[in-house]
């Protein structure tokens, strides 16, 4: 078991460029969730995704955010613009079922720094 | 927003000595998970405690649940540098299952 798998593990991006974030959750796992956490907010709950269907993407900041599930092996964060706030550690975790029973299992995250 | 607020935010401790850390969350829930996290890498799952149960153990871990009070506690016995980490209480917030919203996190430092 290879565990949640994202990348790059570091992205050091200009103010106005185009972020792509990346996740391979376990195999198996039927969600998918998308956390940022930074030291002012903690870890706020971006977007999931349940059988590759986004459930609740009310946690999406604004319209510069979008996040897709094309398959369940792979999942993409993306930012276009972005802006020196978004800078924070982005994580992926996944889930083979309903929260009652099943924990999350989390990647090691990205790290975005926008300058 | 956040639905746990973790006390303390940090905790200073000497290896051997018992961590304890309290969670209080604000809405009904169906259940309580605790995490880790060490520095630089993801959370990591400890333990669930559902809201029927009162009391947990996994090895040196013992969750306690109060839902009267909307409180958790996490108790690390014995405790070792290697248990340096943050420590974050999640919950279901009431949505069914359907995601986790986690606390603000206590950061516990071990000195050997």
């Known amino acids: 078991d290879a565990g949640v798998i994202q990348s790059p593990r570091h992205e050091v991006t200009e103010m106005g460029q185009e972020v792509t974030l990346r996740c391979k959750p376990i195999s198996g796992h039927n969600s998918l969730f998308w956390y940022r956490q930074t030291m002012m907010r903690g870890l706020e709950l971006l977007i999931y995704f349940n059988n590759n269907v986004p459930i609740d993407d009310s946690g999406m900041p604004e319209d510069r955010f979008s996040a897709k599930m094309p398959n369940a092996s792979f999942s993409t964060l993306k930012i276009q613009p972005s802006e020196p706030r978004d800078s924070a550690v982005y994580f992926c975790a996944s889930s083979p079922g309903d929260l009652l029973h099943s924990p999350l299992h989390f990647g090691n995250g990205t790290r975005l720094t926008v300058t | 927003s956040q639905q746990g607020e973790e006390d303390p935010q940090a905790l200073s401790i000497q290896e051997g000595e018992n961590a304890t850390m309290n969670c209080s969350y604000k809405?009904?829930?169906?259940?309580l998970q605790w995490y880790r996290q060490n520095s630089g890498r993801g959370l990591v799952h400890l333990i669930l405690i559902r809201s029927n149960e009162r009391e947990k153990h996994s090895g040196r871990l013992r969750v306690t649940l109060d839902t009267s009070k909307k409180s958790s506690s996490l108790l690390i016995t014995a405790s070792r540098a290697a248990d340096t980490a943050s420590y974050f209480c999640a919950t279901d917030a009431g949505t069914g299952f359907q995601k986790l919203v986690f606390g603000t996190g206590t950061r516990l430092l071990v000195s050997p």
């Open positions: 809405t009904s829930i169906n259940n």
